[in-house]
C-alpha cells in the first residue's frame, strides 16, 4: 500500500483537539446556560427535559452499531482507494438506519401515552407538553438515526472539520434553546422542538458535506445485501456494549439508592461526575483514531502500534496528570466546590474514583483497537463476562462498606476490564509491546508516582499554603521537563516547537 494514505500526524493532532473543542464548548455554554433554564422552565419543566436528553442520547442505541460500522468499513475502503465502493456503504447505512428509526418511532408513538401517563412521574400540568415532546421525537427519529451513519462517513475521511462544524451549532443550540424560555417564555413542548428541528437540521448539512466530500455517492445510490450482512455483523456487538457499558456506568447509583440514601448517591455522584469529565480528552483521541485503525491494520501493523503506545502517552500526560493533582487536592477541590459536608463525606470516593479515571481512559485505546479492527466481540464478552461478577460485588460491598465499598467495587471493575483488554491486545499484536516499551510508558508511570510522593510528602510537612504553592510548581517544573527530555521523542519535540512558533516569536522558543 501507499504510503500517502496514511493521514498525517499533523492531521490526527488537529482533528483531536478539533474533537476536543466539540465536546469541551457544548459543555461549557451547558454550564452557563442550566441556571437561565431553570428558572424559565421551572423545576418541574427542566426535570423532564433532563429526562428527555437522556432519551434523545439513547435513541441512538436504536442505531445498532451502523454508524460505527459505516466509519469503519468506510475507512478502510478509502485507505484502498476503491471509492467505487463507498456509494454501496454510505446508502446500505442512511437506508438501514433510516428503517430502524421508522421503526423505533412508530414503537414510541404508540408508547408515549404509557411512557407519560404511568411510567414518569410526571405533573398534570406538563403531561400534554410532554406527550407532544415525545411525539416530536418519534417522528424525527428516523433522520436523526440517519446522520449518525453519515458523521460515521465524515469521520472516516478524517473530516472531523465538517462533523464539528454541524455538531457544534446543534450542541450549544441543545442548551441555549431552554435558556431563551427565560426571556422569551417558550413552553416546554416549544422548547423541545427547536431542540429537534436542529437536530434534523443537522442531519440535512451532514447529507450535504457527505455529497461534497464523497460526489460519487449521489450517482449510484444504492442497497448492498453483502454490505448490510456485514454492518449487521460488526454492529450486534457494538450493539452489546452499547447496552451493558450505561449499565455498568449507572447501576452503581441505583444500588446506593436502593441500598443506603439518596443523600448518599448524591455524595457518590458528585466527585464521579467530576472526574467523569476527564474522559473528553481520550473520547477526543480515539474519536480521531478510529477510523485511522481501520484504515490501515491490514497493512501497517508498525503505524498502528505507533499510535497505540503514543495514545497512552499522551493519556497519561494529560488525563493522569490532572487526576493526580485532583487526587492530592481532593479535600481541599471538593471544600470550594461543594462545601465543608461533601469535603467531608466525598474525599475518600474522589481518591478513590481519579486513578480509576485514568485507568478507564487509558481502556479506550484496546476498546477502540479491537473494534477498529474488526473485532468488536472481544469488548463486549468481557462486559457480558464482567456484569453478573459486578452486580453481585457491587450489592454485598455497598451493602456492608456504603458508598466507599461501592466506589472499590467500580475501581475494580474498571481496573479488572482495562486489565483484559490490555492483556488480550499485546498477547494477539506483540508489537504493541515493544511500542509500550519504546513510549516508556513505564518511566512514565514511575514520573508520575514521584510527583504523587513528592507533593504528599510537601502537604503532609508543611502548612503553610504559599509553601505548598512553592512545592507543587517546583514538581510540575521538574516533571515537565522529564518528559521533555526523557519522554518525547525528537518528532515529537519538533511537532510541539512548530505549535509553539505560531503562537509565540521564533526567538522566545530558542531555549526548547
Given at each position: 500500500?501507499?504510503?500517502?494514505?496514511?493521514?498525517?500526524?499533523?492531521?490526527?493532532?488537529?482533528?483531536?483537539?478539533?474533537?476536543?473543542?466539540?465536546?469541551?464548548?457544548?459543555?461549557?455554554?451547558?454550564?452557563?446556560?442550566?441556571?437561565?433554564?431553570?428558572?424559565?422552565?421551572?423545576?418541574?419543566?427542566?426535570?423532564?427535559?433532563?429526562?428527555?436528553?437522556?432519551?434523545?442520547?439513547?435513541?441512538?442505541?436504536?442505531d445498532f452499531g451502523i454508524s460505527r460500522a459505516t466509519t469503519k468499513f468506510a475507512a478502510e475502503v478509502i485507505a484502498q482507494k476503491d471509492n467505487h465502493v463507498l456509494p454501496s456503504i454510505m446508502w446500505t447505512a442512511v437506508i438501514v438506519s433510516f428503517v430502524f428509526g421508522i421503526g423505533g418511532a412508530i414503537v414510541l408513538f404508540l408508547a408515549t401515552p404509557y411512557l407519560v401517563g404511568s411510567l414518569l412521574k410526571i405533573p398534570i400540568a406538563f403531561i400534554s407538553q410532554t406527550k407532544l415532546s415525545f411525539y416530536f421525537f418519534s417522528g424525527a427519529l428516523p433522520l436523526i438515526l440517519s446522520s449518525t451513519s453519515l458523521r460515521g462517513m465524515l469521520?472516516?475521511?478524517?473530516?472531523?472539520?465538517?462533523?464539528?462544524?454541524?455538531?457544534?451549532?446543534t450542541n450549544i443550540l441543545n442548551f441555549l434553546f431552554p435558556a431563551l424560555s427565560l426571556p422569551f417564555g417558550f413552553s416546554l413542548s416549544t422548547v423541545i422542538l427547536l431542540i429537534v428541528l436542529t437536530r434534523v437540521g443537522a442531519s440535512f448539512?451532514?447529507?450535504?458535506?457527505?455529497?461534497?466530500?464523497?460526489?460519487?455517492?449521489?450517482?449510484?445510490?444504492?442497497?448492498?445485501?453483502?454490505?448490510?450482512?456485514?454492518?449487521?455483523?460488526?454492529?450486534?456487538?457494538?450493539?452489546?456494549?452499547?447496552?451493558?457499558s450505561p449499565i455498568l456506568v449507572y447501576l452503581d447509583r441505583f444500588f446506593i439508592g436502593s441500598l443506603l440514601s439518596m443523600k448518599a448517591v448524591a455524595f457518590y455522584s458528585a466527585p464521579y461526575e467530576a472526574l467523569y469529565r476527564l474522559r473528553i480528552i481520550?473520547?477526543?483521541?480515539?474519536?480521531?483514531?478510529?477510523?485511522?485503525?481501520?484504515?490501515?491494520?491490514?497493512?501497517?501493523?508498525?503505524?498502528?502500534?505507533?499510535?497505540?503506545?503514543?495514545?497512552?502517552?499522551?493519556?497519561?500526560?494529560?488525563?493522569?496528570?490532572?487526576?493526580?493533582?485532583?487526587?492530592?487536592?481532593?479535600?481541599?477541590?471538593?471544600?470550594?466546590?461543594?462545601?465543608?459536608?461533601?469535603?467531608e463525606k466525598s474525599t475518600t470516593i474522589f481518591k478513590i474514583f481519579a486513578p480509576g479515571i485514568v485507568i478507564n481512559s487509558l481502556a479506550y485505546i484496546p476498546f477502540t483497537l479491537f473494534q477498529g479492527i474488526g473485532k468488536p466481540d472481544i469488548p463486549a464478552k468481557f462486559h457480558l463476562m464482567e456484569l453478573p461478577v459486578y452486580i453481585l460485588l457491587l450489592w454485598f460491598f455497598t451493602k456492608k462498606f456504603g458508598i466507599n465499598g461501592a466506589a472499590m467495587v467500580w475501581f475494580l471493575r474498571v481496573a479488572l476490564d482495562s486489565s483484559l483488554l490490555y492483556f488480550w491486545a499485546f498477547r494477539s499484536y506483540p508489537n504493541l509491546v515493544h511500542s509500550f516499551r519504546e513510549n516508556k510508558i513505564l518511566t512514565e508511570i514511575a514520573l508520575l508516582f514521584f510527583l504523587w510522593a513528592?507533593?504528599?510528602?510537601?502537604?503532609?510537612?508543611?502548612?503553610?499554603?504559599?509553601?505548598?504553592?512553592?512545592?507543587?510548581?517546583?514538581?510540575?517544573?521538574i516533571t515537565?521537563?522529564?518528559?521533555?527530555?526523557?519522554?518525547?521523542?525528537?518528532?515529537?519535540?519538533?511537532?510541539?516547537?512548530?505549535?509553539?512558533?505560531?503562537?509565540?516569536?521564533?526567538?522566545s522558543v530558542g531555549i526548547l
Open positions: 500500500m501507499n504510503k500517502n494514505i496514511l493521514t498525517p500526524t499533523k492531521i490526527l493532532a488537529k482533528n483531536t483537539l478539533l474533537n476536543l473543542l466539540g465536546m469541551v464548548i457544548p459543555l461549557l455554554v451547558g454550564i452557563a446556560a442550566i441556571p437561565f433554564a431553570v428558572k424559565g422552565l421551572g423545576t418541574d419543566g427542566f426535570g423532564i427535559l433532563s429526562i428527555a436528553w437522556i432519551f434523545l442520547g439513547y435513541l441512538g442505541l436504536l469521520g472516516a475521511a478524517q473530516r472531523f472539520d465538517l462533523v464539528n462544524a454541524v455538531s457544534i451549532p448539512f451532514y447529507f450535504f458535506l457527505c455529497l461534497r466530500i464523497f460526489p460519487t455517492v449521489s450517482l449510484k445510490p444504492s442497497m448492498d445485501l453483502k454490505i448490510l450482512k456485514k454492518f449487521l455483523s460488526y454492529g450486534g456487538w457494538v450493539t452489546v456494549t452499547s447496552i451493558i481520550p473520547m477526543a483521541m480515539m474519536t480521531t483514531f478510529f477510523p485511522e485503525f481501520s484504515a490501515i491494520f491490514s497493512y501497517n501493523k508498525d503505524r498502528v502500534s505507533i499510535l497505540f503506545g503514543r495514545s497512552m502517552k499522551y493519556i497519561l500526560i494529560s488525563t493522569g496528570l490532572i487526576a493526580l493533582l485532583l487526587f492530592i487536592y481532593a479535600h481541599i477541590v471538593l471544600q470550594l466546590w461543594l462545601g465543608n459536608q461533601f469535603a513528592f507533593l504528599f510528602l510537601s502537604n503532609s510537612f508543611f502548612s503553610s499554603i504559599s509553601i505548598k504553592v512553592v512545592f507543587l510548581l517546583v514538581g510540575l517544573s515537565v521537563l522529564i518528559v521533555w527530555y526523557k519522554i518525547f521523542d525528537n518528532s515529537e519535540k519538533k511537532f510541539i516547537t512548530s505549535l509553539i512558533q505560531k503562537v509565540i516569536p521564533h526567538r
